[in-house]
């Protein structure tokens, strides 16, 4: 095991050379860009990217081969070229003129790393693999304030094993990337080290291979309350399909180069239809990408996840399914409305409020007024028609209600009466954000003080 000083090295002004003109190069120079480094940059053929540095004068381009010559006076030199006779040459050269030196994908040719860091503010958190496997690196990065394994330690010692078998099947930069994610996030996955050899090896994402979907629940609004699973995806993701009940502050969590596909429904706006996004998330996982679709809730729990998932089967995709916190638990929970309560509440219901244009009544509310306590989704258009039916099914006029709009949101509107008071107070309420009604005596263990809700009117 090498040992390694950690240090922040200030480069502002300071001469930085780079040997290489391609992608990789390319990244370099945007790192040192924002450090500041006064960058001379050596290769006859060079990306736009780098093109277009060396045009706003960011950057001073020489295109030509490299000479022993050009490490001289240099705090850091980097190597990115084809050539390892061409990266043995600038490693020697540093080496004798004791400059740091890094061969980007050659650790026997560095005698620094370059870590994954985490930046907010003058915060910094860098992690290091000794060389070993950078794209671990960057996921510990990510995960370390929310979760660390025992098993991280062997598995890297298991990328560390397997990166020269990587490099020799795949000369290709962006397929070596692809492999190092495959074999990592199935690794952490199963917390089961199983990777042994290049056999083991899986081919890259891309057009030959499709890629997978995941229905992820984002949760009742607050983005906050969506899993650390549903989260860690979203960050890995190349597509996402979100709808209007998905908080649109989770899609900054996401790649710069993510796609976001807006595929909202809302009641009586349906800007993209059910068989559309179907065939939408099919046609991007064909394309070998990684796709989510984020939906309000849990997926399962009315949010449509069953249809995608059968349409996605049947379409030959591989799809996972990542539960949420669905509105009709968490909304509750987060004003202290319990919705089971010994002495109170011994059961629950979870219906929909929706009407199904040319079909018979879809909820037997008879059977539905028995239960102590009723969780309605998309009952707030038709709310006065439940309550004449929960009245006429047997429901006490006094029963304790109430209607959250917008719930575990900064926009939360709460209004709680009694049943056949509710409808004519819910009208007045003026907001487009979703809502949910509870009907039972457990409302009466409303919250006044949690979360900040907003009480429009309250007379139970």
Not at 255 to 266: A, L, M, S, Y
Not at 322 to 350: C, D, K, Q, Y
Not at 404 to 429: P, R, W, Y
Request: overall charge negative; some cysteine.
């Amino acid at each position: 095991m090498n040992t390694l000083y950690p240090i922040f090295l200030k480069i502002d002004g300071k001469p930085v050379l780079v040997v290489g003109g391609g992608k990789i190069a390319e990244q370099k120079i945007s790192g040192l860009l924002e450090a500041k480094a006064k960058i001379t940059v050596i290769s006859p053929h060079v990306t736009e990217g780098i093109d277009a540095f060396a045009v706003n004068n960011d950057i001073t381009l020489h295109r030509r081969t490299y000479q022993r010559k050009d490490v001289e006076g240099c705090v850091l030199v980097f190597g990115a070229t084809n050539n390892p006779s061409v990266h043995k040459e600038i490693f020697d050269d540093a080496v004798a003129y004791n400059i740091p030196v890094n061969i980007v994908d050659v650790p026997d040719l560095c005698n620094f790393y370059l870590a994954s860091v985490f930046q907010n503010g003058d915060l910094k958190v860098a992690v290091s693999t000794n060389g070993k496997s950078p794209t671990l690196g960057k996921i510990i990065r990510d995960r370390i304030a929310t979760e660390f394994s025992r098993g991280y330690p062997a598995l890297l010692e298991t990328l560390g094993d397997l990166r020269p078998s990587v490099h020799s099947i795949y000369p290709n930069s962006d397929e070596r990337k692809s492999i190092f994610e495959h074999i990592v996030n199935d690794e952490l996955k199963r917390r089961n080290i199983a990777v042994s050899g290049p056999e083991d090896i899986a081919p890259p994402v891309s057009s030959s291979r499709p890629g997978k979907v995941y229905l992820v629940g984002a949760g009742p609004g607050d983005p906050e309350l969506i899993t650390v699973k549903g989260l860690r995806l979203l960050k890995q993701a190349d597509v996402v399909a979100y709808d209007a009940l998905a908080g649109f502050e989770l899609l900054s969590s996401t790649k710069p180069d993510c796609e976001k596909i807006f595929v909202g429904k809302r009641s009586g706006a349906h800007y993209v239809q059910q068989n559309d996004i179907n065939a939408l998330l099919a046609q991007k996982a064909k394309e070998g990408k990684i796709v989510v679709r984020l939906k309000g809730g849990d997926p399962f729990v009315f949010g449509r996840g069953g249809e995608e998932l059968e349409a996605l089967r049947e379409a030959g995709v591989e799809v996972e399914i990542v539960p949420g916190i669905t509105a009709g638990t968490g909304i509750p929970s987060s004003l202290g409305i319990p919705l089971t309560h010994r002495g109170v509440s011994s059961n629950v219901v979870f219906v929909t409020g929706t009407e199904n244009p040319g079909k018979e009544e879809s909820v037997d509310w008879r059977n539905v007024a028995a239960i102590d306590t009723i969780v309605i989704y998309m009952g707030i258009k038709n709310l006065s028609r439940i309550v004449t039916k929960l009245i006429e099914a047997g429901c006490s006029q006094e029963t304790p209600v109430v209607a959250i709009f917008g719930g575990t949101t900064s926009e939360e509107i709460v209004v709680a009466e009694t049943l056949h008071k509710i409808g004519e107070k819910v009208k007045q309420i003026e907001t487009d954000a979703p809502g949910i009604v509870i009907v039972g005596d457990v409302v009466g263990f409303l919250n006044f003080e949690n979360g900040g809700a907003f009480i429009k009117e309250l007379s139970i």
